[in-house]
């Protein structure tokens, strides 16, 4: 998909380079492969696969992981939501009329055994493991 004839992918790499000291791709295939990539971990397509995968990559504490469908993200959202970063948080995520986007969020590596015990057990569901983590909603 594109949005003024930039790949959504091209789109969110442009804004998120001038705020983070690496941007990647995560996912199955690289079809960009002018962008730094991560193939993922397992062959099962879902959402917590890719956040796992990023994690276990990361040297970082904390992660912005967001998934390829929202091209429109801001650099004003993204600082929003690392000013509710605290020590004692796992997902900071923001939320609109009641629902959430996790897909769209910054992840603290202290998360990465509850969603690694999840793929081994193949509950795929991340809203499930996010609820039961307190996640800051924002």
Not at 78 to 84: A, P, V
Request: with cysteine; proline share 5%.
């Amino acid at each position: 998909m594109k949005i003024e004839g930039i790949t959504f992918v091209d789109h969110i790499h442009q804004t998120l380079q001038p705020a983070f000291d690496f941007v990647y791709q995560v996912g199955k295939d690289n079809n960009h492969t002018h962008l730094p990539f991560i193939k993922d971990n397992v062959l099962v397509q879902c959402a917590i696969d890719g956040i796992v995968t990023a994690l276990q990559y990361s040297d970082s504490n904390w992660n912005f992981i967001i998934s390829v469908d929202m091209p429109l993200i801001s650099i004003e959202l993204i600082n929003e939501l690392k000013l509710h970063i605290t020590k004692d948080s796992s997902v900071i995520l923001p939320t609109l009329d009641g629902k959430w986007f996790p897909t769209c969020a910054f992840y603290n590596k202290s998360i990465l055994p509850v969603l690694e015990f999840a793929l081994v057990h193949k509950n795929f569901r991340l809203m499930y493991h996010l609820k039961k983590n307190d996640p800051v909603q924002v």
